[in-house]
């Protein structure tokens, strides 16, 4: 069953975070102080109804997580449709993969960001999850990156 997270699931939320972002080998990028500053964000977030969670609880404990989020950068800031939706945090426990959740807690995100006008949304995909995406109608973008290395 799909819940909307509530502000006192973001500290467990937070910890799957770093989880996911450890299973990828990023955590080496993340801020000293990541599990602070992340719960802080979120919550403010929360407060201004920028970003709602999507979770999946097997007893107490989530078990999978996506998040919605409305943003605006510079360049959408001067259309007349200066907000898009950006789904992160999709994340779902090694023992519970492989049984949809993913793409339930994405389509929730999905519904919320149109609830709230949305008109577009973007993400940012690894390889394996790419099929996922790509089935609810993601399409690849021209988007580049350049990266320096210290």
């Not at 449709?81 to 807690?105: D, M, Q």
């Not at 960001?113 to 973008?141: A, C, D, Q, W």
Request: some cysteine; overall charge neutral.
């Amino acid at each position: 069953m799909i819940l909307k997270a509530k502000k006192s699931d973001l500290p467990e939320i937070v910890d799957l975070i770093i989880q996911m972002y450890t299973e990828g080998g990023y955590h080496v990028l993340l801020r000293d102080d990541a599990k602070e500053f992340i719960l802080k964000t979120y919550e403010d977030l929360y407060d201004k109804v920028q970003s709602q969670h999507f979770i999946i609880k097997f007893g107490s404990k989530i078990i999978a997580t996506a998040g919605a989020f409305i943003k605006t950068d510079i360049l959408s800031s001067f259309t007349k449709t200066p907000n898009f939706g950006f789904i992160s945090n999709v994340y779902t426990i090694p023992e519970c993969r492989n049984k949809g959740h993913a793409t339930l807690l994405t389509k929730s995100a999905i519904d919320w960001l149109k609830e709230n006008g949305i008109k577009e949304v973007k993400l940012v995909s690894t390889e394996n999850s790419k099929r996922i995406y790509e089935k609810m109608g993601f399409m690849l973008t021209d988007e580049m990156m350049l990266s320096f290395e210290n």
